[in-house]
């Protein structure tokens, strides 16, 4: 069972990035797929999440407008959207995966995760 984040680099501020979440080991099809983020020196916060079984989505009020979450129709990837990039959004983006499809803003209610792929803003 594997996660695989990437898309990560550096990008000036206005900039544009689109993260991916490949799925491997198993079906991840009835899952909720999550993308976090993590800067030096803070905690893990929740970026969105979509539910692979009906196609929803819920984005943190501080993403939302700028990043969109999808999937690809095999429901082997998940890419995270992100324009008008910030400085403070820089951080080491992680992909993860709930089985209960609890849709959750919390890292404790996902069961997999990925190894995170760096993102730099510049200003």
């Known amino acids: 069972v594997q996660l695989q984040a990437s898309g990560g680099g550096l990008v000036q501020a206005g900039g544009s990035l689109r993260l991916s979440c490949t799925a491997s080991?198993?079906?991840?099809?009835?899952?909720?797929m999550g993308w976090f983020r993590q800067a030096p020196g803070k905690e893990r916060e929740f970026v969105g999440v979509?539910?692979?079984?009906?196609?929803?989505?819920y984005l943190a009020d501080s993403v939302k407008g700028r990043f969109t979450i999808s999937a690809d129709n095999a429901k082997i990837r998940v890419y995270l959207q992100m324009n008008s990039l910030k400085p403070n959004d820089t951080a080491v983006y992680y992909c993860?995966?709930?089985?209960?499809?609890?849709?959750?803003?919390?890292?404790?209610?996902?069961?997999?995760w990925g190894q995170g792929t760096q993102v730099t803003v510049s200003s």
């Open positions: 080991g198993r079906t991840f099809s009835t899952y909720a």
């Open positions: 993860a995966a709930d089985r209960l499809r609890k849709s959750s803003p919390y890292t404790s209610d996902y069961d997999y």
């Open positions: 979509i539910n692979w079984s009906g196609g929803s989505t």
